[in-house]
């Protein structure tokens, strides 16, 4: 018998729906494996289809064309390598998210998930039908037990499988990206490793599918947790790992130790990567936004230089009376400094003319929040109609604490088809700033060095819709307003533990109002990169009308 299997890890990038493009990147792989010597070759949970497919996965046209190409894959890598690819499976009435184990030319095994994640960005239990646990996959010398992502993060699946005769646990992933995620995982599955003393491996996916980011860091522990290998994070790879039979079983060979960004590079990396797929998936080359000269539209210009590269990033400056010199200043510096092109298109124009328009209907009132919107209003309206003229995507830059108590107009700033930074707090957009002006990566397609001047990080933020007007003449200062937030959104505290915690009632209530009476207009707003596990959208769900508010 064997006592070398050699397994090639795949952490590749799918596209939800390119189902022939996606099986060719599996015939691509299975050929450098098949060149290579290994005995099989991994792909991630749900890589034929992608991930997450939504209600997508309920056509039945759409499953017939998965089984047609498991089946032409079968059949073209008949020749070589075992081939183990997540794909949805309709078998008797049902649909299972499973994992196809093809050899040989033909399907030799399939597992089904039992678990199925239904919280947070997951509606699984709504698409799948549970399976009942699996038992391990003979493939050449190895039994290997394959838990499917969410499978592994449960103590039962993995024990079974180990009862059950597993030599290693395989590990399919489609996990999105969130903050801290990763050490997470690490603890969990180390645990899994603890228990059941097998080795195991946890692979995962890359890629922006719209609000997520799969951010791979895909890696192999040895029984008592110690790490074997660990892939890079965000990027696509590949890794042989061997696996040797020794005297107390399976044990993985030591191989490469990608390093690991910290947070505020893993934020913004997920950022420039979740845009640069929103955009090559829907395949569109080229953005434009509204460049204002303050610190949310220079951080989006900078991710937008970084995705496409800064020939493809075309800025506005919408000057209106309001509208500072030294905004004017700070936006040519942000432009110049990325190196993308910057163009003026003054509102005051328009303005005029439907000020015009509305005054019979305006008049003898005092002007007010009406006529600042129509100022917002006429840049969205501009910026749209340029992007429907020349094919660039608006994107909008709204950061999370804007977006979560309705700082920001419904059709004006929030125009867009995009927005990276929509769970960023505001008191993080000021960190990412500096930390991107003090580093570069090669995965960055903009500029070295300091893209933001650090006047536009440091001066007082303001939407310029009237004179002298400041973001704090209408809410809490920021490091508050953001501890609050973090508190009613992020981690569901109620209003008794904020007032606890310090902060005054008044301000929390007052804060409070604002997030739900907001929710209007964050379900019409464009999508944005999940960086944190309470993102809007999938994260938290919340009606609309709601009357309710906490007493406490």
């Given at each position: 018998?064997a ?13 939800v ?18 060149a ?27 499953l ?87 499978d ?11 009862e ?60 008592g ?183 920001c ?34 995965w ?31 809410l ?18 109620s ?58």
């Open positions: 018998m006592d070398i299997f050699r397994l090639m890890l795949a952490q590749l990038n799918p596209t729906g390119a189902i022939a493009a996606n099986a060719d990147a599996a015939r691509a792989t299975w050929a450098r494996a098949r290579a010597g290994a005995d099989m070759v991994a792909l991630p949970e749900m890589f034929l289809s992608g991930y997450q497919t939504q209600d997508l996965v309920l056509r039945p046209a759409f017939a064309d998965i089984r047609a190409a498991i089946a032409a894959l079968a059949a073209d890598c008949a020749d070589g390598p075992a081939i183990g690819i997540g794909a949805p499976e309709a078998a008797g009435g049902a649909i299972h998210n499973a994992w196809y184990v093809l050899d040989g030319g033909r399907i030799a095994g399939v597992v089904r998930k039992h678990h199925l994640p239904n919280a947070e960005v997951f509606d699984e239990c709504r698409l799948f039908e549970p399976a009942q646990v699996p038992g391990p996959c003979r493939i050449g010398p190895l039994r290997i037990g394959i838990p499917i992502c969410e592994a993060w449960h103590e039962d699946v993995c024990e079974t499988l180990a059950t005769g597993a030599e290693i646990l395989l590990v399919p992933n489609g996990s999105p990206y969130a903050r801290g995620k990763h050490d997470r995982r690490q603890m969990i599955m180390v645990s899994r490793v603890v228990e059941t003393g097998l080795p195991l491996v946890y692979l995962n996916m890359v890629g922006g599918q719209d609000d997520q980011v799969f951010d791979g860091a895909s890696f192999v522990l040895n029984p947790g110690a790490l074997a290998v660990q892939m890079p994070a965000f990027d696509a790879a590949e890794q042989i790992v061997t696996f040797t039979r020794t005297p107390e079983g399976w044990r993985a060979e030591e191989g490469p130790r990608a390093p690991l960004p910290d947070a505020w590079e893993a934020d913004y990396r997920a950022m420039v990567e979740g845009l640069r797929d929103y955009l090559g998936k829907s395949g569109i080359a080229r953005v434009m936004l509204g460049l204002s000269g303050g610190i949310d539209s220079a951080l989006v210009a900078a991710i937008a230089a970084d995705a496409v590269g800064p020939d493809n990033v075309h800025c506005l400056m919408l000057p209106s009376e309001y509208t500072s010199a030294a905004s004017l200043e700070d936006a040519a510096g942000v432009a110049r400094a990325l190196g993308c092109r910057l163009d003026s298109l003054p509102i005051e124009g328009p303005r005029a003319a439907v000020a015009g328009a509305l005054a019979p209907f305006f008049a003898g009132t005092a002007p007010g929040l009406a006529e600042e919107n129509i100022q917002s209003r006429l840049r969205g309206l501009l910026l749209m109609a340029l992007s429907n003229k020349f094919g660039a995507m608006l994107l909008t830059t709204g950061n999370k604490s804007e977006v979560a108590v309705g700082y107009t419904i059709y004006g700033d929030m125009a867009g088809g995009y927005n990276p930074i929509k769970d960023l707090y505001k008191t993080r957009v000021f960190e990412t700033c500096r930390w991107r002006n003090a580093n570069h990566r090669d960055m397609k903009g500029p070295a060095g300091e893209v933001i001047p650090p006047r536009v990080i440091d001066k007082p933020p303001s939407a310029e819709l009237r004179p002298d007007q400041k973001d704090e003449d209408s809490p200062p920021y490091p508050v307003l953001d501890a609050i937030l973090e508190g009613l959104v992020d981690r569901d505290e209003v008794a533990d904020l007032v606890a915690a310090g902060h005054d009632r008044a301000v929390v209530k007052r804060v409070e109002a604002l997030v739900y009476g907001a929710e209007w207009k964050r379900f019409q707003s464009a999508p944005g990169t999940r960086l944190t596990e309470r993102a809007f959208w999938l994260d938290r769900r919340y009606p609309m009308v709601n009357r309710w508010r906490d007493g406490g």
